[in-house]
């Protein structure tokens, strides 16, 4: 039973740019919870997906958005990057019904 | 792999011995609170987890202390092994309205287990 998995797992972009990261969860969730993580720092929360829709939301700008498709995979999308969205990226899944959550690998973004 | 926490408190402790990480949580509503564990390039890794309604919570080798009355919650490892080495974090739910889990971290203490 393959866990969450995240792609890829690092990426380089310049200022102004634009990323999409992808996310597969754990087989039998539907809920797709992403979060970023400062170097030093623990997990923020971003958004998170259940039904196609996004649920519930942390404090990021409209430049943060993202989406969840029919088999529950998830893509965080960050437009107009900033040397500050240099990070890592957690994908989490969970069932809706509130289990714990569980983290994929992350990707590494990095922003020059 | 990366290195995670390079400023976060340090807890160092020697093989073989008991080890006892501390959270303060902020939210006296939360009900929910979660332990991970997070390795120097991986994600965070699940390791136990309490719900409001109890004071404590036993796994394989690691026990979950919840003091609602300070708003504290402590992690004990028994039997610490070279491989709880990492960095562990205490995280509350902040949702409200029986939606899904929305997650605060605290800031992570660095575990080092000497051999």
């Known amino acids: 039973d393959a866990g969450v998995t995240q792609s890829p797992t690092h990426l380089i972009k310049t200022r102004g740019q634009q990323v999409t990261l992808r996310c597969s969860p754990k087989?039998?969730?539907?809920?797709v919870s992403w979060y970023q993580q400062a170097l030093g720092q623990g997990p923020q929360f971003i958004f998170q997906?259940?039904?196609?829709?996004?649920?519930q939301r942390g404090n990021f700008p409209d430049r943060f958005s993202g989406h969840q498709f029919p088999n529950y995979s998830s893509e965080l999308n960050v437009n107009a990057l900033l040397l500050g969205d240099s990070a890592l990226y957690l994908c989490a899944s969970s069932s809706w019904a509130g289990a714990p959550l569980f983290f994929g690998p992350g990707t590494r973004l990095t922003v020059l | 792999g990366e290195s995670v926490g390079l400023h976060l408190p340090t807890l160092s402790v020697q093989e073989g011995d008991n080890s006892i990480i501390n959270c303060a949580y902020s939210n006296s509503a939360s009900d929910y609170f979660i332990w991970y564990k997070q390795e120097s390039g991986k994600g965070p890794q699940f390791i136990i987890d309490i719900r409001s309604n109890m004071d404590k919570r036993q796994g394989q080798r690691v026990t979950v202390l919840l003091n609602k009355t300070v708003k504290h919650l402590s992690l004990q490892i028994a039997a610490t092994q070279p491989g709880d080495s990492a960095v562990y974090f205490c995280?509350?739910?902040?949702?409200?309205?029986?939606?899904?889990?929305?997650?605060?971290f605290g800031g992570g203490t660095r575990l080092m287990v000497k051999p």
């Open positions: 087989s039998g969730h539907d809920t």
């Open positions: 997906y259940y039904e196609e829709e996004e649920r």
């Open positions: 995280a509350e739910n902040m949702s409200r309205n029986n939606a899904g889990n929305m997650l605060t």
